[in-house]
């Protein structure tokens, strides 16, 4: 591990970190006690990444394991995709894009560029992906996106968090009217939402989700989706159907008890819910500490 950067020093147990400019939180880049080679973006606190530099394939946070097991099933196996992914953190799934289908092109994007600077010197990634960073907010970003990429991406993950929370003007529907002209026919939106009980803000994002997109499916650990604790709910957004075998295949890929909503049961879950907008989005709220939790 490099510690070499510029804009890096260590914190006070000796790990990588860097204060962000924009947000003044503090990123540290730890190692995983448990498994050789792997490490962990903690910001604010938070653990937000995961990354196994030997394996990028391996992934770890329930909801990352269940963003990767749409990523496995679009198209054919190994086939390259085209991505943009909303939010860096230490670029878990466009590593693993990578690994799994090799020669996907990928665009990324992210505010804090010393998080970028800090993850480029101390968990460089492979140097053959294609692989875009693009520095700035992700809404602008995606109103500069090249003419090219519309109607051209397979898929588009929104994971963006300032230190433990979604900013509000992420969540709405003009947000995600933004994001929707990328999509090709057979494009996804995958979404992380973290909740707690009631899961008012998860129903709020179903139903903006569905003012944007016809097709809509959710999926994540049952006690999560029943509002009994704290964690992260994958919505999935497309223009045309879901195909419906996706749906015993993420729940028999894990991390296990799983629960999809779809069709009559996504409505009675988002019912009476109000669509946010950007007069009325507001930020997610704040996650325990063990909504990242490590799936087995």
Same mark, same amino acid.
């Given at each position: 591990m490099s510690t070499g950067h510029r804009n890096e020093k260590n914190d006070a147990a000796g790990h990588p970190s860097v204060v962000l400019k924009l947000s003044g939180h503090t990123a540290v880049i730890e190692p995983d006690r448990f498994t050789p080679g792997s490490f962990q973006l903690v910001v604010? %606190? /938070?653990?937000? $990444? &995961? !990354?196994?530099?030997? &394996?990028?394939?391996?992934?770890?946070?329930?909801?990352?394991? +269940?963003?990767?097991h749409v990523i496995d099933l679009l198209g054919d196996p190994h086939?390259?995709?085209t991505a943009v992914h909303l939010g860096a953190g230490a670029l878990t799934l466009p590593r693993y894009v990578e690994a799994t289908r090799p020669g996907s092109r990928q665009q990324v994007v992210e505010i804090e560029?010393?998080?970028?600077?800090?993850?480029?010197?101390?968990?460089?990634?492979?140097?053959? #992906?294609?692989?875009?960073? +693009? &520095? %700035?907010? =992700?809404?602008? !970003?995606? %109103?500069k996106l090249p003419a090219g990429l519309h109607g051209a991406v397979d898929l588009v993950v929104?994971?963006?968090?300032? %230190?433990? +929370?979604t900013p509000k003007h992420v969540t709405s529907r003009e947000f995600f009217a933004l994001a929707a002209p990328l999509l090709s026919s057979r494009g996804v939106l995958a979404v992380n939402v973290a909740d707690g009980p009631g899961l008012a803000f998860a129903r709020g994002q =179903?139903? /903006?989700? $569905? =003012?944007?997109?016809? &097709?809509?499916?959710?999926? #994540?650990e049952t006690q999560v989706l029943k509002g009994r604790r704290f964690g992260n709910i994958v919505f999935v957004a497309a223009h045309t159907p879901i195909d419906l075998n996706w749906i015993p295949r993420l729940l028999a890929n894990g991390?296990?008890?799983?629960?999809?909503?779809?069709? #009559?049961?996504?409505?009675?879950?988002? #019912?009476? *819910?109000? !669509?946010?907008?950007?007069?009325? *989005? /507001?930020? *997610?709220?704040?996650?325990?500490? /063990?909504?990242?939790?490590i799936g087995h």
């Open positions: 604010d %606190g /938070t653990p937000q $990444s &995961h !990354v196994n530099i030997d &394996h990028p394939d391996e992934l770890f946070f329930e909801y990352i394991q +269940r963003i990767g086939e390259p995709i560029s010393d998080l970028i600077d800090l993850v480029r010197e101390v968990l460089p990634w492979d140097k053959r #992906a294609q692989l875009r960073v +693009r &520095h %700035g907010d =992700a809404r602008e !970003v995606l %109103g929104v994971d963006i968090f300032s %230190g433990a +929370r =179903a139903a /903006t989700l $569905s =003012a944007v997109f016809p &097709h809509v499916i959710g999926f #994540a991390p296990h008890p799983a629960k999809v909503i779809e069709g #009559a049961e996504l409505k009675a879950f988002m #019912a009476g *819910s109000l !669509v946010a907008t950007d007069e009325t *989005s /507001t930020q *997610s709220p704040l996650p325990g500490r /063990t909504v990242f939790q």
